[in-house]
């Protein structure tokens, strides 16, 4: 549908401007009435954090986020977008996106006078209205307010001008929603220049005689233990926030597999029997005493490792010359090393780092084979140990290979069925041999962690295993 372009046609439509609270407000009310998700993607907050979070946007307050990292501070920002509508008219060239029924600054309300009902307007997506930054510590008032612009001044105008200010970041998201991450990292001169934002509504930039109403939600993000009085925020800023909300970790395996799922991006299949195992991988570093808590455990270090199991699988299909790239127990020991740096681990574990992930990895193995297969007559794996065969595996040993080794055995339907990938008879999509010999995979790794068969490297030195009686 075409959109007028100018103030009288705009008027016309029965346009009314309404401040970006109350038109987050309205949006947000009209998605809780419908039963519609208000903030799409977001995983573990339903019962906890969103409650908060609505009751803040309705009352129309700034807010302040407080998590450790990883907890989906910035994800959860970004999507107050959504809730703007999705298409908000201002002056054309306006430099602040200034309302056309309501401008503030001096050129719209000059234009608006010149001009009346043939003011030309343009037209912003709901995406433009969104600005985040970064607090830095050499951010500036200029970065944030705004300074005087020397060009403008070069051109002749005098400094009295309001016309020779250059606008900052906040006051250029005028009726939008402003993000600020890591809000303790700002000078304390920063932080006493967001004041009036926050309060007034409005900005000041140097000696100008200048007020001019901001419509901004602010919207930040922090650390706990920086947003304290012994941390890096003043007091007077804390104040003038509406809402203090604290996010959090996911509370079950389930939801940390569905969130690893929704953002890995992934170059090859990964069962979802993996993606639990290091679920209960990331979960159990976060509860460890030999991991720094207070940094806590990042769900990037859970996205990460997934997707660099996918990568495992697709150098193994490249080296190996295998049709499908799929992951296996046998990728986790290479990979996990690789994402120790994304862990802060206590002082005493210096040297033990890699001996504690790979104690947790095992233990999220046998949790997740205990989960999955637990009831399942498993005998059909055993006995084919007790009679003396032996299995070898490692991350180049390709699918094919590894069934070969184990041949036919009793009872691997039902696993596969358990697994997700339905009964290996059945004619409608068949599990293909990746998937198969990562179900076999887990089986004999989960036998060897509860001892029911022995493991032992293989002789060569090839970094391969040997699974055997």
Known sequence: ???????????????????????????????????????????????????????????????????????????????????????????????????????????????????????????????????????????????????????????????????????????????????????????????????????????????????????????????????????????????????????????????????????AEVVADVPVHLIEVVARLTRGLRESPSVDQRSGVSARFAIAAVEALAASALRRSARTGEDDAVARVCDLPGVLPTLLGKVEFEMGEEGREEEVVAHLMRVAVAETFRERLHGLDLSGFTDLFAEGATVETGELVTSDELLRQVGTVPGLAKVLDRLGYGDVTSDVDPPGPGQVAAAVELVLEGLHLTRRIDKSPAHDGSGRSVYGA
């Open 1 to 263: 549908m075409s959109r007028p372009t100018t103030l009288g046609a705009l008027r016309d439509t029965g346009y009314r401007s309404r401040p970006v609270k109350a038109e987050i407000r309205d949006n947000l009310l009209t998605k809780l009435r419908a039963g519609e998700p208000a903030f799409p993607g977001i995983v573990g907050f339903d019962d906890t954090v969103l409650p908060q979070l609505e009751s803040a946007l309705l009352a129309g307050h700034d807010l302040v986020l407080l998590g450790e990292r990883g907890q989906g501070k910035t994800r959860l920002m970004r999507t107050l977008a959504s809730l703007l509508d999705e298409w908000t008219p201002y002056v054309e060239g306006c430099e602040i996106n200034d309302d056309p029924v309501a401008p503030v600054c001096s050129r719209c309300r000059r234009l608006a006078d010149e001009l009346g009902d043939d003011l030309r307007i343009a037209w912003r997506h709901r995406d433009e209205r969104y600005v985040e930054k970064l607090a830095t510590p050499d951010t500036s008032v200029g970065d944030l307010v705004g300074d005087v612009d020397p060009v403008k001044v070069a051109e002749g105008r005098t400094l009295g001008d309001p016309e020779t200010v250059h606008y900052g970041l906040l006051p250029r998201t005028n009726r939008g929603v402003f993000g600020i991450n890591e809000l303790p990292d700002l000078a304390e001169r920063i932080q006493v220049a967001m004041f009036n934002v926050l309060e007034e509504r409005d900005i000041q930039v140097r000696g100008y005689s200048l007020r001019l109403p901001v419509d901004v939600l602010l919207v930040a993000s922090a650390n706990p233990e920086d947003y304290t009085n012994r941390g890096r925020i003043i007091t007077p800023l804390k104040d003038r926030f509406g809402a203090e909300i604290r996010t959090h970790y996911p509370d079950e395996v389930e939801q940390e597999i569905v969130l690893v799922a929704q953002e």
